[in-house]
């Protein structure tokens, strides 16, 4: 069907075939062609003839197919747009279903919302009353203190006026009865007398300290005694000390920390104020004692190396026992050239004789000489005599008065000084060295009412120089020890400089005895404080030691609300103060300083140190100013908001709850944004992971559940069930059991498991789940078992690698430091062979860095010791105090059990407990094969069977009526049936170790 043509033939043909004019073809020459009539048609078509049927064949072919095609494109097309109108209808009604159920759903959360507004306003009004009463009680614990004290000074005092009291009931008793006896007289010389005498006879009440005494007696009919006057000179106040013994104390432990902040380069001194500071002088004894043991040298050399000065001198006084520490300020006293007689009068006449007779053997001790001896050489006259009465330790110890002694004891003062010309010192000497204190303050006392004048100025115009200055500090001590001591303080402290000396002697002498008290009185005798006094004249090092030996100085909301704004009004020294209080302060204690701040400055103190401070300092002291639950609530927003999730903060977060902490999280969080977090939470997150926290938001856990060995196998069992034993993983099981258990019964759930399945619950939850779910999963199981060790892992995650994520260390720090962050410090060094302050100072810096080293010292001194065994650990050491394991559920398909030897933990916990259930298997399996009758069963018939010990024997348990007698061979597999119903049959295991 095709034509060709040339318009123009091919040159080749043009020059060798020429058409003749008959339309021939011709040759060159003009001659006929022999090919004419081959050229007579056109010579394509009838090359393309062949060609023709093939090239039609193919066209037609193709033709078919891209109609084939076409008509298979507009069937799918068609296709298409009937599912696209299906789908929009399925839209249309999804969409019409979803906002009817919004609009129903809405109006039941308008109800609800209504009737929890109240509830939510009553509990904060609540949480306010119950932070007010915690401060409330803190106060009156400080009051409560105070009046104890106030207390025994009152009683002190009133005893003092019951002697008075008491002369004067004897001179009424008197008049009584000179009254009767001049009426009696009357009659004598016959005066006429009225028929009715009047009776001119009264009674006297005298008051006393409580209520009142009876009506003193006509001594014509007896008379009762008043009280006995003394007891004014034995009743003596408590005395109350600084320093208290530390309740988590562990010498190793301190010994530890000592050694790291001395080993190496440089000195961490605040290690070493913390850890000396607040122990007792026992408790001191037994850290020099470890530190000797653990790292073969001395503390004390070690302390006089890495430091100087008077915080070295004040190390070593603290480390000393305390008669050697005396011994040490009388040797330094009496050596060299002159004599300090002013420590060498504190130290000899401020001692009880039990004290002195341990500084003299100390003193012998520590320097091969006689204390007695030195004396005698540094020493001269009656100031000589004077201290070597006092160290022959003759005085009395007893707290009894015998006020005639008293009276006479007194007397013979007066005689020996005032009554004649000069002074008999052997008087003075043999009376003021002997006499127990309570005598000495009723010869004081005495003394004055028998003379009109105090024994202490008389002393003072009688004798001289240091004998006159001996004399008086026995008085002084005799009358009121703190008195005296606050004096010696005022002195050390008084005018330009400081003697240091005199200030570390009296404040290590005296810290565990009564510096309580020498505190109450230099503020009643100087009117200021002696901690304020010891700030202003003390600096550095040497004074935060000098103030841990106050012990806990009782919180004053309003004295840190003072310093605080101190610092704030001036640039520098911020970041110290805030730090150094913030740091030392328990959240309750941190609200007080916030309110005392608004109260004495009308300024906000949030506000004031954000406009002081920068940088991830002032998000860390913002995080410590806010109530914890106001905080992590933020926190929980924080990890939500904007694009992406923090997913790992937010599992942690809602993850390690409690179920009363995540009904107060819940509430706090609605209370602070205005809408419910499980909303916010849903609302970015997807599948099995939302719905897992949304669970555990709004469905509490049972922490009222308490610990059931039982009830945890069965839900371990259904676990596996769930897991492990089936196709694809049940993920509502896990969700209901990780949601609703309290965190106790969870530790014994994960144990179970273990044991039941011979394969750790994470191993199976990381096989059986994944992404977030997998992850949330396995932070409840770690928190469970070990949450130190789980939040030393979140720690070291925010630091390792480039860069640090500051916010969620802060959260960390923030949320454990007041309940187990010394125990995750030491679960890190655990883990990474490090501890957790050379990774802080490594990834932080300035004085953020500083802030964070604060908090862990303070966690250090407050938290609890961490448990010697983990949760996990506690939990195994329960199930095996059964006497036996609790069997397995009822239909339970569970895998063949083990023994449990692989289960490292277990071995390290029960080892000893093992070995001697093994000997007992032993000695009961030899026993069974080498006795005559072997081990016997009873069936309920009365049937006795021997089993010998064998394994694989066949024993034959008699059948029941109907039933033939069957006989088991060999071990059955597992969950094999007893046999059929007429039968008795059983599968019996004989082995070597099977108790019956």
């Known amino acids: 069907g095709f034509e060709f043509e040339f318009e123009t033939p091919p040159t080749w043909m043009a020059a060798r075939v020429q058409p003749s004019p008959e339309g021939s073809i011709q040759g060159p020459n003009g001659s006929p062609s022999k090919v004419s009539e081959a050229f007579a048609a056109p010579p394509m078509a009838s090359l393309m003839e062949p060609l023709a049927p093939s090239m039609d064949k193919a066209l037609s072919e193709r033709y078919e197919m891209l109609a084939g095609q076409i008509g298979d494109q507009h069937t799918t097309l068609q296709r298409l747009m009937e599912s696209q109108r299906t789908i929009e209808d399925q839209q249309s009604k999804a969409l019409a279903d979803d906002r009817k159920a919004m609009q129903e759903r809405f109006g039941l959360l308008e109800k609800k919302l209504e009737e929890q507004v109240g509830l939510v306003a009553a509990v904060q009004q609540q949480q306010n009353h119950i932070i007010k009463l915690i401060n409330i009680q803190d106060k009156l614990s400080e009051q409560d203190r105070q009046l104890r004290m106030f207390f025994d000074y009152q009683q002190n005092f009133l005893a003092t006026l019951q002697s008075p009291m008491a002369v004067q009931a004897d001179v009424f008793h008197t008049l009584q009865a000179n009254q009767a006896r001049m009426l009696a007289s009357l009659g004598g010389i016959n005066l006429p007398l009225p028929a009715q005498l009047p009776d001119f006879s009264m009674s006297y009440a005298i008051p006393a300290a409580l209520g009142e005494l009876p009506p003193a007696p006509d001594r014509r009919r007896g008379a009762v005694a008043p009280p006995d006057p003394a007891t004014k000179y034995t009743n003596v106040p408590a005395l109350l000390g600084g320093l208290k013994p530390f309740q988590y104390f562990d010498a190793d432990e301190d010994a530890k920390h000592l050694r790291k902040a001395m080993k190496g380069l440089g000195t961490d001194e605040r290690t070493l104020v913390t850890v000396i500071g607040q122990r007792t002088n026992a408790q001191r004894q037994q850290i020099a004692q470890a530190y000797k043991t653990n790292y073969k040298r001395d503390l004390i050399p070690d302390l006089k190396s890495e430091t100087s000065g008077n915080f070295a001198q004040l190390l070593v006084s603290l480390m000393q026992l305390p008669a050697v520490f005396d011994a040490h300020c009388l040797f330094n006293a009496i050596r060299g050239l002159g004599t300090n007689d002013n420590a060498l009068i504190d130290v000899l006449c401020s001692r009880t004789p039990a004290q002195l007779r341990a500084i003299k053997q100390a003193y012998k001790e520590e320097f091969q000489r006689e204390l007695e001896g030195d004396v005698i050489g540094d020493t001269s006259g009656d100031y000589q005599n004077l201290l070597i009465a006092l160290l022959r330790c003759n005085r009395d110890e007893s707290n009894t008065v015998d006020l005639l002694r008293a009276k006479e004891d007194a007397t013979s003062l007066y005689n020996a000084g005032e009554a004649r010309a000069g002074t008999n010192e052997q008087v003075f000497i043999q009376i003021l060295a002997n006499r127990n204190y309570a005598h000495l303050r009723a010869v004081c006392d005495l003394y004055t009412k028998l003379e009109d004048y105090d024994l202490e100025k008389s002393i003072a115009r009688e004798t001289s120089f240091n004998f006159r200055k001996c004399l008086i500090t026995i008085i002084k001590v005799a009358r009121s020890p703190p008195r005296y001591h606050a004096e010696q303080l005022h002195a050390a402290m008084y005018g330009v400089g400081t003697n240091n000396t005199a200030l570390i002697r009296t404040l290590v002498s005296r810290s565990e005895i009564d510096l309580k008290d020498i505190e109450v009185a230099y503020k009643a005798e100087f009117k200021q404080g002696l901690v304020q006094k010891i700030r202003s004249e003390t600096g550095g090092d040497f004074r935060s030691l000098l103030l841990e030996l106050f012990g806990d100085e009782g919180f004053n909301a309003e004295l840190d609300a003072k310093h605080l704004r101190q610092a704030l009004k001036s640039w520098r020294g911020v970041e110290d103060a805030v730090s150094r209080i913030l740091s030392s302060r328990t959240n309750l204690q941190r609200g007080s300083i916030a309110e005392a701040y608004t109260a004495l400055y009308k300024r906000d103190l949030v506000k004031d140190i954000e406009e002081k401070t920068s940088g991830d300092f002032r998000d860390l002291a913002l995080a410590l100013l806010q109530p914890l639950d106001e905080y992590l609530a933020r926190e929980v927003l924080r990890t939500i908001k904007g694009l992406g999730t923090d997913d790992n903060s937010l599992i942690e977060i809602l993850c390690t709850r409690s179920g009363i902490q995540m009904r107060t999280l819940r509430q706090t969080y609605s209370t602070i944004h205005g809408r419910e977090m499980a909303a916010d939470v ?101 928190a469970v078992r070990d949450p130190a060790t789980y939040y030393a892992r979140r720690l070291h995650a925010t630091m390792e690698g480039v860069g640090t994520q500051d916010k969620n260390l802060i959260r960390i720090i923030v949320e454990r430091s007041e309940t187990d962050l010394r125990s995750i410090n030491e679960a890190f060094f655990k883990t990474y062979k490090k501890t957790l302050e050379t990774m802080i100072r490594g990834d932080t810096s300035g004085g953020y860095r500083k802030f964070i080293l604060r908090i862990l010292d303070r966690a250090r001194l407050t938290n609890p010791p961490p448990p010697a065994t983990t949760p996990a650990a506690q939990a195994l050491a329960a199930i095996d105090a059964h006497a036996a394991p609790p069997p397995p559920p009822s239909g339970a398909v569970v895998p063949i059990l083990t023994t449990g030897k692989d289960d490292k933990e277990r071995e390290r916990l029960a080892r000893e407990k093992e070995e001697r259930e093994k000997k007992e298997r032993e000695a009961r399996d030899k026993a069974a094969r080498e006795g005559a009758g072997g081990v016997q069963i009873t069936t309920a018939s009365g049937q006795r069977i021997t089993i010998s010990g064998q394994q694989n024997q066949n024993v034959t348990i008699g059948s029941r009526p109907g039933g033939a007698a069957a006989a088991a061979a060999a071990p059955a597999a597992p969950g094999a049936g007893a046999g059929s119903a007429g039968s008795s049959s059983v599968n019996l295991i004989i082995s070597g170790d099977t108790q019956f």
């Open 682 to 782: 849903r609302g970015d997150t997807s599948g099995d992971y939302q719905k897992l926290l949304h669970t555990l938001i709004n469905y509490e856990r049972d922490d009222a559940e308490k610990v059931d060995v039982k009830a945890a196998l069965e839900v371990a069992a259904r676990l596996y069930r769930a897991g492990e034993d089936r196709a694809g993983t049940d993920t509502a099981v896990f969700i209901e059991v990780f949601s609703k258990h309290s965190l106790p019964q969870l530790a014994v759930i994960c144990e179970q498991y273990t044991k039941l399945c011979d394969y750790d619950i994470e191993k199976s939850i990381s096989r059986e789940t994944t992404y977030n779910f997998r992850r949330a999963l396995l932070a409840i199981v770690s």
